[in-house]
């Protein structure tokens, strides 16, 4: 019903910046929230940023200063601007959004995962 498609992870140097890029679609009726999850090797996906509809933003502790969030609410997109870039931020990086949908059924709620952008910082 929702479908996210990720772009703009890659390999970057220590330091330096990556752009992350989540367009949603379907038979969406509003997005609530969308933000950014990440998961690296041997361990729990974890939030990363979360924006409301409204524009407030919701960051865990390790990239507050470095990442920002955004969003269009007219093009349903969700962007991530990530600089100052470390080693330990290597994951795999994946869009989220709460939405409410409409079907034939009716409208309905729910969680929609994108399939994952790798991103990988090392010299």
């Known amino acids: 019903q929702v479908q996210l498609v990720e772009s703009g992870g890659g390999l970057v140097q220590p330091g330096g910046s990556l752009r992350l890029s989540c367009a949603a679609s379907?038979?969406?009726?509003?997005?609530?929230?969308m933000g950014w999850y990440r998961q690296a090797p041997g361990k729990q996906r974890e939030l990363v940023a979360t924006i409301t509809s409204g524009g407030s933003t919701n960051y865990v502790d390790s990239v507050k200063g470095r990442f920002t969030i955004s969003r269009d609410n007219t093009k349903n997109t969700v962007t991530l601007q990530m600089n100052s870039l470390k080693p330990e931020d290597t994951a795999v990086y994946y869009c989220?959004?709460?939405?409410?949908?409409?079907?034939?059924?009716?409208?309905?709620?729910?969680?929609?995962w994108g399939q994952g952008t790798q991103v990988t910082v090392s010299a």
């Open positions: 379907g038979s969406i009726f509003i997005i609530n929230v």
């Open positions: 989220n959004c709460n939405a409410k949908v409409i079907s034939r059924r009716g409208f309905s709620v729910d969680d929609y």
